[in-house]
């Protein structure tokens, strides 16, 4: 029922009030001014060097109801492990949170990866027969802003 995962993405901080509104199929969110938007197939990306944020659509198998969220929730922290493993990091933080408000999970994985030390943060937010990744990478420690504004701001149309 989940969706595939996406390896690689970034974020980092912007100053409030500098945002620019990133639409895609279905959605839209806040991401930092003056980042570059860049459209893949189902991923839009919102960049500046190496900071990233994206947002991802994957088709669902069958339509999700609210009344199968118990039944989700053990594959959704599987495909986070998997994340995970993929980055030869762990997950150090899992929680059922609301995003777009709609019950969503929420992970943050710490990894290395060319000397640094990182934090990915996934959420799956499920609706219907979609399944949206939102996720954006910071270096452990640093600016959160920009993951934390992509989370807060992601509405469906």
Do not use: N
Not at 10 to 38: D, I, L, M, N, R
Not at 65 to 81: F, G, I, M, S, Y
Not at 88 to 117: F, H, M, N, P, W
């Amino acid at each position: 029922m989940v969706g595939a995962l996406l390896l690689a993405a970034g974020c980092g901080g912007a100053a409030k009030g500098k945002e620019q509104s990133v639409h895609g199929p279905g959605y839209f969110f806040s991401a930092p001014a003056g980042w570059t938007v860049t459209r893949k197939g189902a991923e839009v990306q919102v960049g500046q060097g190496p900071q990233l944020v994206s947002v991802t659509r994957f088709p669902l198998v069958r339509p999700f109801r609210p009344t199968l969220w118990t039944k989700v929730l053990p594959q959704l922290d599987q495909a986070a492990e998997a994340l995970a493993r993929q980055q030869q990091g762990t997950v150090t933080e899992r929680a059922t949170v609301t995003i777009s408000a709609l019950r969503a999970r929420r992970y943050e994985v710490a990894y290395a990866r060319d000397g640094k030390q990182l934090v990915e943060r996934i959420a799956f937010v499920l609706r219907g027969k979609t399944e949206y990744e939102l996720l954006c990478r910071y270096e452990r420690g640093g600016d959160t802003r920009a993951c934390d504004g992509l989370l807060a701001t992601f509405r469906l149309t």
